[in-house]
């Protein structure tokens, strides 16, 4: 505990490892190694929703909360990066600047940078490093479209959908998929006109999922008025509790393990087999139609 | 893929025109680098945090309240004490000629004033990062 301490305050430190390992810089092995042994500590809460919504905010309200009750608190905030020039404009500190000072807080902005799959691997490496650096809490907040933010958010122990009232009619929720993936739902901004028939809308639409055993909680909130937030986290904690007795934090940490193994490997081989002198000559044979892609994938494993 | 530089754009102080600030934002963005964008009234403190949380490698302030002479070398005080002394700070702004030189003695880069191109910010900034 006392080194957790010790490492949560040496800011530089931390900021530095996770640079090293979001970009796979020399010697990020060697960090991710040093540091597993120490994580698992962190709930891991999700955070997504449409742009606008509020996520940013609601996160900010929320770390508060926390830091208030002595829990240190790592937010890893995503902002997507321009498929254009490769550059992001990462905006979510600005509605947490007041806290960025707090020595129990820790942000981390990541642009989504278009790797495919790689973000995942990149961001479930900056969690592993807050995590073994002493967070008891940690957020993950992305925006809610697209595939790789979905894989994202599986990393998180609790996703928290955020929604808004007048976003559209129950089909663009519908059809963008996004009551699936939601543990907890928020509505923000409740103190807005319709926030109560988006409440309704949500669970009428989570009653038409297949019944499990979990039934997500809809709750008001607003964020920057501080309303229903103790609800909120209430619902957050019964999730939690939910998953421990029914032993879900146990498979998602199997399955979290299978994964990152699994994306090891596929890098190990793929650099092994690339480095084969076979490689760039089994390469051209395919394309010649000399022999099928199967069959050099064969010989390259063997 | 290689690592983009990343850059905190803040602004000090308590003037309300972020118009510059966003401007840079942009330009800096679509020459591929990461922006950490952290708006209006922050405090040097506040600065210098979240420059040492996102690990960037360079902070970019624009001020136009007239109190660069002080915000300015306090920012960069921070920065050091956080051991912090190869970020590169860049400042832009209305900043008198006469208060530049003091300026860049304090450890401030360069100072950018009203009519600087864009393409002369990013340029400074990728020809002095420390690669």
């Given at each position: 505990?006392?080194?957790?301490?010790?490492?949560?305050?040496?800011?530089?430190?931390?900021?530095?490892?996770?640079?090293?390992?979001?970009?796979?810089?020399?010697?990020?092995?060697?960090?991710?190694?040093?540091?597993?042994?120490?994580?698992?500590?962190?709930?891991?809460?999700?955070?997504?929703?449409?742009?606008?919504?509020?996520?940013?905010?609601?996160?900010?309200?929320?770390?508060?909360?926390?830091?208030?009750?002595?829990?240190?608190?790592?937010?890893?905030?995503?902002?997507?990066?321009?498929?254009?020039?490769?550059?992001?404009?990462?905006?979510?500190?600005?509605?947490?600047?007041?806290?960025?000072?707090?020595?129990?807080?820790?942000?981390?902005?990541?642009?989504?940078?278009?790797?495919?799959?790689?973000?995942?691997?990149?961001?479930?490496?900056?969690?592993?490093?807050?995590?073994?650096?002493?967070?008891?809490?940690?957020?993950?907040?992305?925006?809610?479209?697209?595939?790789?933010?979905?894989?994202?958010?599986?990393?998180?122990?609790?996703?928290?959908?955020?929604?808004?009232?007048?976003?559209?009619?129950?089909?663009?929720?519908?059809?963008?998929?996004?009551?699936?993936?939601?543990?907890?739902?928020?509505?923000?901004?409740?103190?807005?006109?319709?926030?109560?028939?988006?409440?309704?809308?949500?669970?009428?639409?989570?009653?038409?999922?297949?019944?499990?055993?979990?039934?997500?909680?809809?709750?008001?909130?607003?964020?920057?008025?501080?309303?229903?937030?103790?609800?909120?986290?209430?619902?957050?904690?019964?999730?939690?509790?939910?998953?421990?007795?029914?032993?879900?934090?146990?498979?998602?940490?199997?399955?979290?393990?299978?994964?990152?193994?699994?994306?090891?490997?596929?890098?190990?081989?793929?650099?092994?087999?690339?480095?084969?002198?076979?490689?760039?000559?089994?390469?051209?044979?395919?394309?010649?139609?000399?022999?099928?892609?199967?069959?050099?994938?064969?010989?390259?494993?063997? | 893929?290689?690592?983009?530089?990343?850059?905190?754009?803040?602004k000090?102080?308590?003037d309300g025109h972020d118009r510059g600030a966003?401007?840079?934002?942009?330009?800096?963005?679509?020459?591929?680098?990461?922006?950490?964008?952290?708006?209006l009234?922050?405090?040097?403190?506040?600065?210098?945090?979240?420059?040492?949380?996102?690990?960037?490698?360079?902070?970019?302030?624009s001020?136009l309240?007239?109190?660069?002479?002080?915000?300015?070398?306090?920012?960069?005080?921070?920065?050091?004490?956080?051991?912090?002394?190869?970020?590169?700070?860049?400042?832009?702004?209305?900043?008198?000629?006469?208060?530049?030189?003091?300026?860049?003695?304090?450890?401030?880069?360069?100072?950018?004033?009203?009519?600087?191109?864009?393409?002369?910010?990013?340029?400074?900034?990728?020809?002095?990062?420390?690669?």
């Amino acid at each position: 505990m006392a080194n957790k301490t010790k490492a949560w305050k040496d800011r530089r430190r931390i900021a530095k490892m996770i640079t090293t390992v979001e970009n796979a810089l020399p010697g990020h092995e060697k960090v991710l190694q040093d540091i597993y042994k120490k994580t698992g500590n962190a709930y891991i809460i999700g955070i997504t929703g449409p742009p606008g919504a509020g996520k940013s905010s609601l996160t900010d309200a929320l770390a508060r909360a926390y830091i208030d009750m002595g829990k240190r608190v790592g937010v890893i905030a995503i902002d997507p990066t321009s498929p254009f020039s490769g550059g992001s404009i990462l905006g979510d500190r600005i509605r947490m600047n007041e806290l960025s000072t707090h020595p129990q807080m820790f942000i981390r902005s990541m642009g989504t940078r278009g790797q495919l799959g790689g973000l995942s691997a990149a961001t479930h490496s900056a969690v592993m490093v807050l995590d073994a650096c002493g967070a008891d809490i940690l957020f993950i907040e992305t925006v809610g479209v697209g595939q790789s933010e979905v894989e994202i958010v599986k990393l998180a122990d609790t996703v928290l959908m955020v929604m808004v009232p007048g976003l559209g009619d129950d089909i663009q929720t519908m059809k963008a998929g996004i009551m699936e993936i939601g543990d907890v739902f928020a509505v923000n901004k409740s103190d807005l006109p319709g926030a109560d028939r988006t409440k309704l809308e949500l669970k009428a639409m989570l009653s038409f999922l297949p019944p499990k055993e979990w039934r997500p909680p809809v709750c008001l909130v607003s964020a920057t008025e501080k309303e229903g937030l103790e609800e909120l986290m209430e619902a957050i904690d019964e999730h939690r509790t939910f998953q421990a007795e029914h032993g879900r934090l146990e498979q998602r940490r199997m399955r979290n393990a299978q994964e990152a193994l699994l994306a090891i490997l596929r890098d190990k081989m793929v650099e092994r087999v690339t480095k084969d002198p076979r490689y760039e000559h089994l390469i051209e044979q395919i394309a010649e139609k000399e022999i099928d892609p199967y069959e050099a994938a064969r010989q390259l494993m063997d | 893929m290689e690592k983009p530089i990343r850059v905190l754009v803040a602004k000090p102080g308590l003037d309300g025109h972020d118009r510059g600030a966003k401007v840079i934002a942009r330009a800096l963005r679509d020459a591929g680098m990461e922006v950490i964008y952290t708006g209006l009234r922050q405090t040097p403190e506040q600065i210098v945090a979240a420059a040492i949380q996102e690990d960037v490698e360079v902070v970019a302030v624009s001020i136009l309240s007239g109190a660069h002479a002080t915000l300015l070398p306090k920012i960069r005080d921070l920065l050091n004490e956080e051991g912090a002394q190869d970020m590169l700070f860049v400042a832009g702004g209305v900043i008198p000629d006469e208060d530049i030189t003091f300026l860049k003695e304090k450890g401030i880069a360069a100072v950018f004033t009203p009519g600087t191109a864009t393409t002369e910010v990013v340029s400074f900034i990728q020809e002095n990062v420390k690669k």
